[in-house]
């Protein structure tokens, strides 16, 4: 399966700043998605960036507050712009890989947990 | 787009008992079917998944089943032991490179 890993695993960030976290994969892949999971919840997708382009982000979700960036195969960073408590989430890259089942599919990050005071 | 529901949000049986977890889907485009299982702190690990052109796929304790007429799949693990505990998430797409739908995970606790 993929190596993935993220940069910063936790952060406590005051309101108003910005945090940028990097997401690292072991070898190149075509596409990245940045998923959100609040507390208690579910996987919501942000966007998925693929290199090259520009990201598209889902309903919900904007470039001025997520910009993300994707300079290569194997790296893409997404940063959370004017935080507010209502940020504080954990962020979660995924990449499309063969994994251990022999499947094509997506797999996780050990995520970025933030916490917005 | 894409609506997936998942039932129960909370589940507790004894060790050695089974465990069910349902979800649909809406767009009978979806075609990929992947469970994760999250421990606590932890990242959503993959351990199960089926496609639209299989009504069952098995993996020892761990079992999927599909209906696509009906747009609904589930989950059953047999036997569950205490380390099945952890909250698990359906999710539907079209395919693998394509955006996942997640259910709002069920809560699995397997009690000794």
């Known amino acids: 399966s993929a190596v993935i890993s993220q940069k910063p695993s936790r952060d406590i960030c005051q309101r108003g700043t910005s945090l940028t976290i990097q997401c690292q994969v072991d070898?190149?892949?075509?596409?990245m998605f940045w998923y959100r999971q609040q507390p208690g919840q579910s996987l919501t997708l942000i966007a998925t960036a693929n290199q090259g382009s520009e990201a598209t982000y889902e309903s919900g979700f904007v470039i001025d507050k997520f910009p993300i960036s994707r300079p290569n195969l194997t790296f893409s960073t997404l940063t959370v712009s004017n935080m507010s408590p209502e940020d504080s989430s954990i962020y979660l890259c995924s990449v499309e890989r063969r994994g251990e089942l022999g499947t094509d599919t997506q797999y996780f990050g050990p995520g970025t947990r933030l916490t917005v005071l | 787009g894409e609506n997936v529901e998942q039932h129960p949000s909370t589940l507790s049986v004894q060790e050695g008992d089974s465990a069910v977890i349902k979800c649909t889907y809406s767009?009978?485009?979806?075609?990929?079917f992947p469970w994760y299982k999250q421990e606590l702190g932890k990242r959503p690990q993959l351990i199960i998944d089926i496609r639209s052109n299989v009504g069952e796929k098995k993996d020892q304790r761990i079992a999927v089943t599909l209906n696509k007429t009906a747009k609904h799949f589930s989950l059953h693990i047999t036997e569950t032991q205490p380390e099945d505990s952890a909250v698990y998430f359906c999710?539907?797409?079209?395919?693998?490179?394509?955006?996942?739908?997640f259910g709002t995970g069920t809560s699995l606790t397997v009690i000794p």
């Open positions: 999710a539907a797409s079209l395919n693998t490179g394509n955006q996942f739908y």
């Open positions: 070898s190149q892949v075509t596409m």
């Open positions: 767009d009978s485009a979806s075609n990929y």
